[in-house]
Each structure stands twice: as structure tokens, then as C-alpha cells.
């Protein structure tokens, strides 16, 4: 059974939102930093948010003021509200859970990784 399991992605138009759910089965999800990455096509991983054990949260540049990260510690689910979505956030994008809960722009910081979900968004 997998750790995380990504849902929500997608083929959108430039402008258009969407919403990335990541549900995970850890027992101790409260206390967990968790993160968002994506990758993409021929330029590798990029950071593109966290949110950490105590709520803070922290965005890559890029995506600051158009995405939003929350979690739902009674879910165990973590969400990326994605809106005005432009051609340059196409990529696979992954959810990520660092266990020691501090959250971290960096991918080894993290333990465990969902399997990825694309989103296309053509112009």
C-alpha cells in the first residue's frame, strides 16, 4: 500500500485552477513537515511549497500568491490550490512527508514520496 497517494491533477488552459489532494497513512501525520515538488520536462526537480509539523508555510517564488497550501491533519490529507495556472507549471508534480516535521526546500530531506500526478496546462 502506498505511503501517499497524489489525486486532482490534470489538462487545463492557462488561467484555470485546480486542486491537488495527498493522502497519506503515516500514524503520526500531525508531527510531519510535508512538501510539494514537481518536475519538469528536461529541467529536473523544482521546490514548490511546504508546510510545517506547527502550520507555517513557505512557497518557491513562482508560485507565490497563485498557490495555496493546507492540510488536514484529521484526514491526514494535504492540499495544493492551484489558481491561474500558466504553461510553465506544467510538470509531474509530487507530494513528499518529512518526518521530522521541520519541512525543507530540499528533496533529501524528505522520507517518503508519492508516485507523482501531471498537470498540463496548454496556453
Known amino acids: 500500500q502506498a505511503h501517499l497517494v497524489e489525486s486532482g491533477g490534470g489538462s487545463v488552459q492557462a488561467g484555470d485552477s485546480l486542486r491537488l489532494s495527498c493522502a497519506a497513512s503515516?500514524?503520526?501525520?500531525?508531527?510531519?513537515?510535508m512538501g510539494w515538488f514537481r518536475q519538469v520536462a528536461e529541467k529536473g526537480f523544482e521546490f514548490v511549497a511546504a508546510i510545517r509539523r506547527g502550520g507555517s508555510i513557505f512557497y518557491a517564488d513562482s508560485v507565490k500568491g497563485r498557490f495555496t497550501f493546507s492540510r488536514d491533519n484529521a484526514k491526514k490529507t494535504v492540499y495544493l490550490q492551484m489558481n491561474n495556472l500558466k504553461t510553465e507549471d506544467t510538470a509531474v508534480y509530487y507530494c513528499?512527508?518529512?518526518?521530522?516535521?521541520?519541512?525543507?526546500?530540499?528533496?533529501?530531506?524528505?522520507?517518503?514520496w508519492g508516485r507523482g500526478n501531471q498537470i498540463t496546462v496548454s496556453s
Open positions: 503515516g500514524r503520526s501525520f500531525s508531527t510531519y513537515a
Open positions: 513528499a512527508e518529512d518526518c521530522g516535521g521541520l519541512g525543507s526546500m530540499k528533496m533529501e530531506e524528505y522520507n517518503y
